[in-house]
T-cell receptor
Framework: EAQVTQNPRYLITVTGKKLTVTCSQN?????MSWYRQDPGLGLRQIYY???????DKGDVPEGYKVSRKEKRNFPLILESPSPNQTSLYFC??????????????FGPGTRLLVL | RKEVEQDPGPFNVPEGATVAFNCTYS??????FFWYRQDCRKEPKLLMS???SGNEDGRFTAQLNRASQYISLLIRDSKLSDSATYLC????????????????FGKGTSLLVTP
């Protein structure tokens, strides 16, 4: 089954304790992306990756890191989480075909609470 | 000016009504356009791609107006199950560059269909 998986789905942590949210897709998509969603602010892109070893900042990259060592995985790293990073996080992937972006497939989301 | 703008609503309509949402975008070079549906606390899922010629899928019709830079979604004969948030997505043109591919989401339009 084609899918994007994220882990963990729910996480409660404390300020300053490094954490990683994993994202994996099995569709051989080049493009992967991380978003956070907050009430009233909609989906905001954190980082995206065009392909292995190619990453770029989105709208709200501060406080986050990513890596793309393999095509299927795109982990999101919070080196020193703060309460303002409490949010719902989505990973997504998509394919480009003939110069056009195809549908984005989203993971189920990770709910993060930073105390 | 935000790249993609939507009326946040909420749109409260009775069952059976026809409702229309618009979404405007600022980048005239945008390439691909989509409508996504998001249920509460769930991941966004593709509802429809939007083509220049317009497209229809059952009760849903999507249209693109490049001259005025907006896309629209029309829902006919609304069902209770149509209650959700509808997100407009606008994607940039793909070039040989490896950067600048942030995908632009609107904040979403909330629809509540009532009995």
């Amino acid at each position: 089954e084609a899918q994007v998986t994220q882990n963990p789905r729910y996480l409660i942590t404390v300020t300053g304790k490094k954490l990683t949210v994993t994202c994996s897709q099995n569709m051989n998509h080049e493009y992967m992306s991380w978003y956070r969603q907050d009430p009233g602010l909609g989906l905001r892109q954190i980082y995206y990756s065009m392909n292995v070893e190619v990453t770029d900042k989105g709208d709200v990259p501060e406080g986050y890191k990513v890596s793309r060592k393999e095509k299927r995985n795109f982990p999101l790293i919070l080196e020193s989480p703060s309460p303002n990073q409490t949010s719902l996080y989505f990973c997504a992937s998509s394919l480009s075909r003939q110069g056009v972006w195809e549908t984005q497939y989203f993971g189920p989301g990770t709910r993060l609470l930073v105390l | 000016r935000k790249e993609v703008e939507q009326d946040p609503g909420p749109f409260n309509v009775p069952e059976g009504a026809t409702v229309a949402f618009n979404c405007t975008y600022s980048n005239s070079a945008s390439q691909s356009f989509f409508w996504y549906r998001q249920d509460c606390r769930k991941e966004p899922k593709l509802l429809m791609s939007v083509y220049s010629s317009g497209n229809e899928d059952g009760r849903f019709t999507a249209q693109l107006n490049r001259a005025s830079q907006y896309i629209s979604l029309l829902i006919r004969d609304s069902k209770l199950s149509d209650s959700a948030t509808y997100l407009c997505v606008v994607t940039p043109k793909i070039t040989n560059s490896n950067s600048g591919y942030a995908l632009n989401f609107g904040k979403g339009t909330s629809l509540l269909v009532t009995p």
